[in-house]
């Protein structure tokens, strides 16, 4: 079975431009969940989708946005993009929004410049 | 959720048991502990989790001791691909439908030495 889909696998950007970055989850997974990580720290949680709903964020600003789709795959949007927002964006699937474990993707590099 | 503590690197021989400490001293009755790593540049990969019982995988065993304020991942027989990022998470059994995102610390660099 495939497992988390992600693209695109790097990306280069400038400073105030905008990115889509996107996500497909594993078959009959319900639930995906959007991660940070910059470089030597781990992942920083920034929000999970369920059933096409926002359920909660982590402690990241309004340029950070996101959706699900009908068939449950996700995009994050990041608007007005500063030189911080460099890093390995993650997503993770899991099959329901709590007691079961969440799946990573391989990760989208961005790169502000 | 609950704190973790992990040392910041580790090595051990290829072929030997690793053996990863992790301690949640603040851990809750509902909170489970679980493992990742994260080889180089990749996403994390679950290796197990486990709520006070020990645990086994085709991966990993997990030992949580009985007061669950600290556990132990072992690789049984490590090679040089373990070599990675290890990560111990405390986690909520459910969220009471609010988010459920994992909260990461630093983790263990684990290195295997030929």
């Known amino acids: 079975d495939a497992g988390v889909t992600q693209s695109p696998t790097h990306l280069i950007k400038t400073r105030g431009q905008h990115v889509t970055l996107r996500c497909s989850p594993i078959s009959g997974h319900k639930s995906v969940s959007w991660y940070q990580q910059v470089l030597g720290q781990g992942p920083q949680f920034i929000f999970q989708?369920?059933?096409?709903?926002?359920?909660g964020r982590g402690n990241f600003p309004d340029r950070f946005s996101a959706r699900q789709f009908p068939n449950y795959s996700s995009e994050l949007n990041v608007n007005a993009l500063l030189l911080g927002d460099s890093a390995l964006y993650l997503c993770a699937s899991s099959f329901v929004q709590s007691r079961t474990t969440q799946y990573f993707g391989p990760g989208t590099r961005l790169l502000v410049l | 959720d609950a704190k973790t503590t992990q040392p910041t690197s580790m090595d051990c021989a290829e072929g030997r048991a690793a053996n990863l400490p992790c301690n949640h001293s603040?851990?809750?009755?509902?909170?489970?502990v679980y493992w990742y790593r994260q080889i180089h540049s990749q996403g994390p990969q679950y290796i197990i989790h486990g709520l006070k019982n020990n645990e086994t995988n085709e991966m990993a065993s997990l030992i949580i001791t009985e007061d669950r304020k600290s556990s132990t991942l072992i690789l049984p027989h490590a090679t040089l691909r373990d070599t990675a990022v290890y990560y111990c998470i405390v986690r909520v059994a459910y969220s009471g439908g609010g988010a459920d995102g994992l909260t990461f610390g630093k983790g263990t660099h684990l290195i295997i030495q030929p």
């Open positions: 989708y369920y059933e096409k709903e926002e359920r």
């Open positions: 603040t851990i809750s009755g509902n909170e489970y």
